[in-house]
T-cell receptor
Framework: AQSVTQLGSHVSVSEGALVLLRCNYSSSVPPYLFWYVQYPNQGLQLLLKYTSAATLVKGINGFEAEFKKSETSFHLTKPSAHMSDAAEYFCALTDSNYQLIWGAGTKLIIKP | DTGVSQNPRHKITKRGQNVTFRCDPISEHNRLYWYRQTLGQGPEFLTYFQNEAQLEKSRLLSDRFSAERPKGSFSTLEIQRTEQGDSAMYLC???????????????FGPGTRLTVL
């Protein structure tokens, strides 16, 4: 069965510091992987996606993620955190019917 | 604006009442999805349509929930005899086939927040 695990329900970093949000997946087929961001009381916005092309994927707002098959990981990073990055981040993969299987989410807190 | 829209944005109702939500997908997106999200959780799949056909419905979805997409464009989600446990954010998303013929990216609406008193 396919699944997504996000390590850490909350991650706190200082403004200007590196952001690292962890995502590990389990899939019996080559996965398509996504990171979405959700601001309070809003819908989900796609940050970036991996669809079997380049393993290092660049997204919006300075975020990027690297697909590592050997580690079954798709961690999200940003070199320098900004206050506006405070939000909840969800990692997801698609199953064979292109339905999204979601992680539980990681709330990113930015300290001034 | 050509994004996914949902109405209403907020709905407060009393237990036992029926509620209906509407989703307008991005035009020409032939797949439409409904999700439910409770506080601190990821979205939970409810159902999805390809054009007007409802192709899958979550086993977690009780008989009080019904969704339609009569003309393959907008969709409605109805909850009958609401219960307090139905309080959640209801999200709609749409997708279209990409260049590789795959439905890989879903675009989300802002959601409808339901509060059942």
């Amino acid at each position: 069965a396919q699944s997504v695990t996000q390590l850490g329900s909350h991650v706190s970093v200082s403004e200007g510091a590196l952001v690292l949000l962890r995502c590990n997946y389990s899939s019996s087929v080559p996965p398509y992987l996504f990171w979405y961001v959700q601001y309070p009381n809003q819908g989900l916005q796609l940050l970036l996606k991996y669809t079997s092309a380049a393993t290092l994927v660049k997204g919006i707002n300075g975020f990027e993620a690297e697909f590592k098959k050997s580690e079954t990981s798709f961690h999200l990073t940003k070199p320098s955190a900004h206050m506006s990055d405070a939000a909840e981040y969800f990692c997801a993969l698609t199953d064979s019917n292109y339905q999204l299987i979601w992680g539980a989410g990681t709330k990113l807190i930015i300290k001034p | 604006d050509t994004g996914v829209s949902q109405n209403p944005r907020h709905k407060i109702t009393k237990r036992g009442q029926n509620v209906t939500f509407r989703c307008d997908p991005i035009s020409e997106h032939n797949r439409l999805y409904w999700y439910r999200q409770t506080l601190g959780q990821g979205p939970e799949f409810l159902t999805y349509f390809q054009n007007e056909a409802q192709l899958e419905k979550s086993r977690l979805l009780s008989d009080r929930f019904s969704a339609e997409r009569p003309k393959g464009s907008f969709s409605t989600l109805e909850i009958q005899r609401t219960e307090q446990g139905d309080s959640a954010m209801y999200l709609c998303a749409s997708s279209a086939k990409g260049l590789a013929g795959l439905y890989n990216e879903q675009f989300f609406g802002p959601g409808t927040r339901l509060t059942v008193l």
